[in-house]
């Protein structure tokens, strides 16, 4: 009887230990494993523009602006709905907004992004939830196609190489 409370006990204890360990956080920003790319040798309005027709390709229309940081929203996909949604039965509207921010450096731009879930946007009790790094990777991908639509039809850096 007694070692099936040690571990518990044990098993408590380490889960405990893993929550505070800050490499294996879930959020994004924390982890420091926010999606981000660095485009060189563009200038802004180039930037700007392939965020808006990627993102468009990928069912986001932009939604505001406050200088370096864009905000971009789609509908919801069906799993989405149903996971923040509250169900079938729910009249709730729930969209993906991605934040995005492009911040100059020397002749450069780095570009990054947070995904939210929110759920009744718009509305006075609007609820904006944080994807996590497990969604990272499909952010990472958008960030790379913005990042090969700036420098379609122009030089592109030496560490690239050349097009396959």
């Not at 060189?40 to 027709?53: K, L, P, S």
Request: glycine share 8%.
């Amino acid at each position: 009887m007694l070692g099936k409370y040690s571990r518990f006990s044990l098993l408590l204890v380490l889960i405990a230990l893993l929550t505070q360990c800050q490499s294996l956080s879930l959020d994004m920003q924390k982890s420091g494993n926010m999606p981000r790319v660095t485009i060189e040798g563009v200038y802004r309005e180039q930037v700007v523009t392939a965020c808006n027709e990627v993102l468009m390709n990928h069912d986001f229309r932009f939604s505001a602006n406050r200088g370096n940081n864009y905000l971009y929203e789609r509908p919801s996909s069906t799993m989405e709905f149903l996971a923040w949604g509250g169900g079938f039965s729910s009249d709730q509207e729930v969209v993906v907004r991605l934040a995005l921010r492009i911040r100059e450096l020397g002749d450069s731009h780095e570009v990054d992004c947070q995904p939210f879930i929110v759920i009744r946007p718009g509305e006075h009790l609007e609820e904006a939830r944080k994807m996590t790094r497990l969604k990272s990777r499909k952010y990472q991908k958008i960030l790379n196609e913005i990042k090969a639509r700036c420098y379609e039809g122009g030089e592109l850096p030496e560490e690239w190489g050349a097009w396959d």
